[in-house]
């Protein structure tokens, strides 16, 4: 078995759930208990990868993240390497997937 590729993925766990706690934790505290404006769009983009099948959702991020988007050139220009197909974007990918899961927790909150 190769252990490289088990400890990548634990690795890539391991950030992804580190960012996403307090980004959840922050993001579920101002859907629940302030009435802003723009709430509902907020609240559609958060649900949006349960609408969108995961290879359109997948492409939007390669686009979004990619070397042409702003994102993706301004990530290059600091960093000197590319966003997407790194460890890097690996986070921000789990990130927009598990959205839902906990946008959902912040409408019951």
């Given at each position: 078995m190769d252990w490289t590729a088990f400890a990548l993925s634990l690795k890539l766990a391991a950030w992804t759930a580190a960012v996403l706690l307090p980004l959840g934790l922050l993001s579920a505290r101002a859907l629940a208990f302030r009435a802003?404006?723009?709430?509902?769009?907020?609240?559609?983009l958060v649900a949006l990868p349960l609408v969108l099948p995961p290879t359109v959702l997948g492409y939007y991020l390669l686009v979004g993240l990619g070397g042409n988007s702003p994102l993706g050139q301004a990530w290059t220009q600091l960093f000197?390497?590319?966003?997407?197909?790194?460890?890097e974007g690996g986070p921000i990918h789990g990130w927009a997937l598990s959205a839902p899961r906990w946008g959902a927790r912040s409408r019951n909150a």
């Amino acid at each position: 078995m190769d252990w490289t590729a088990f400890a990548l993925s634990l690795k890539l766990a391991a950030w992804t759930a580190a960012v996403l706690l307090p980004l959840g934790l922050l993001s579920a505290r101002a859907l629940a208990f302030r009435a802003r404006r723009g709430k509902g769009v907020l609240e559609a983009l958060v649900a949006l990868p349960l609408v969108l099948p995961p290879t359109v959702l997948g492409y939007y991020l390669l686009v979004g993240l990619g070397g042409n988007s702003p994102l993706g050139q301004a990530w290059t220009q600091l960093f000197g390497h590319g966003l997407v197909f790194s460890f890097e974007g690996g986070p921000i990918h789990g990130w927009a997937l598990s959205a839902p899961r906990w946008g959902a927790r912040s409408r019951n909150a």
